[in-house]
């Protein structure tokens, strides 16, 4: 997830920021064809997923607006954006600590762990770049069990090349039976990873699931698009979550996104015993229209 958002933070500089990228869009969202007879790939776990909704929290802002749900905050785990990773000059890797996992109103928290597009290089040996995130990982969960918050799981989010896939995976997997063993591991994912049909099998076994990312990716929203998200989740067959968000982007006076549309759509995406929850990216936008849209599982 790297939407192209910049907010001033007292306590992480953080950039938001990706490449421009429009989106055809429509006001209304449009009602995708009756799902077929789908099943999902070999790559299918055999217990459903646990389910629950979410709201990432990358600034002070989103914590605010998050807090300010009063009782309804509770139903939805925040995303917490504690990390950020890229590589310098030199090749090394370096953090930027982002925001604490302390959030008001909050029983428990997902912990995300932001991977910059730079990291991608040292992916030609995935096992050393996991040796050094083991590392990292690890002293950032003793930090946030020391703080006393109940922690659900690690998210990492890392838009990797869709070249890079087999060494992302290879890379997860390593981190899940290290340093995150017995914390459920998801990570991001966007449309052109869905489109590359080895997804699933890669990911199998080494994950708990995906979030499936659908603003900020050049994905136009229309009912073929729709139709054709649903139809490569379930073949990838790994539980996932939808990621969407309600803002919208302009570009001389004229709407650029159909983030909204997606998360009306959002609905259409479900497959039972794959889909676990809906997430929200606020952007310093409140969400209660965002999570009305979804508040009831079928």
């Known amino acids: 997830m790297k939407p192209r958002v910049s907010i001033a933070l007292a306590c992480v500089a953080l950039a938001l920021v990706a490449a421009p990228r429009l989106l055809s869009a429509t006001a209304t969202a449009p009602t995708a064809a009756p799902p077929s007879t789908d099943s999902p790939s070999t790559a299918s776990p055999g217990a459903p997923p646990a389910t629950h909704d979410g709201i990432w929290i990358w600034t002070r802002t989103d914590a605010e607006i998050y807090a300010a749900r009063g009782p309804l905050a509770a139903a939805a785990i925040p995303g917490v954006l504690v990390l950020s990773l890229e590589l310098d000059a030199t090749a090394e890797l370096r953090g930027r600590r982002g ?24 992916l030609d040996d995935p096992g050393a770049l996991a040796a050094e995130l083991d590392a990292r990982l690890g002293s950032m969960l003793a930090e946030i069990d020391a703080s006393g918050v109940a922690l659900a799981e690690v998210q990492l989010d890392f838009d990797v090349p ?28 966007i449309p052109a990873h869905l489109a590359d049909d080895r997804y699933g099998a890669l990911f199998s076994g080494q994950v708990a699931g995906h ?46 996104t159909g983030h909204r549309c997606w998360a009306q759509a959002s609905p259409e995406l479900r497959h039972a015993g794959l889909h676990a929850g809906s997430w929200v990216f606020p952007a310093g936008r409140p969400v209660d229209d965002a999570f009305a849209l979804f508040e009831d599982h079928p």
Request: aromatic share 6%; with cysteine; glycine share 10%.
């Open 99 to 122: 925001l604490s996992p302390a959030i008001r109103g909050a029983k428990e928290v997902a912990a995300v762990i932001r991977i910059e597009d730079s990291v991608a290089r040292r």
């Open 162 to 189: 869709v070249r890079r896939l087999g060494a992302w995976a290879e890379l997860a997997g390593a981190l899940a039976r290290g340093s995150l063993a017995g914390t459920p591991l998801w990570v991001t994912s």
């Open 211 to 256: 979030l499936y990312q659908t603003f900020d990716t050049g994905l136009a929203c229309n009912p073929g698009e729709i139709a054709k998200a649903r139809e490569r989740l379930v073949r990838a067959g790994l539980p996932y979550r939808v990621g969407v968000a309600t803002y919208e982007r302009a570009r001389d006076g004229r709407r650029t």
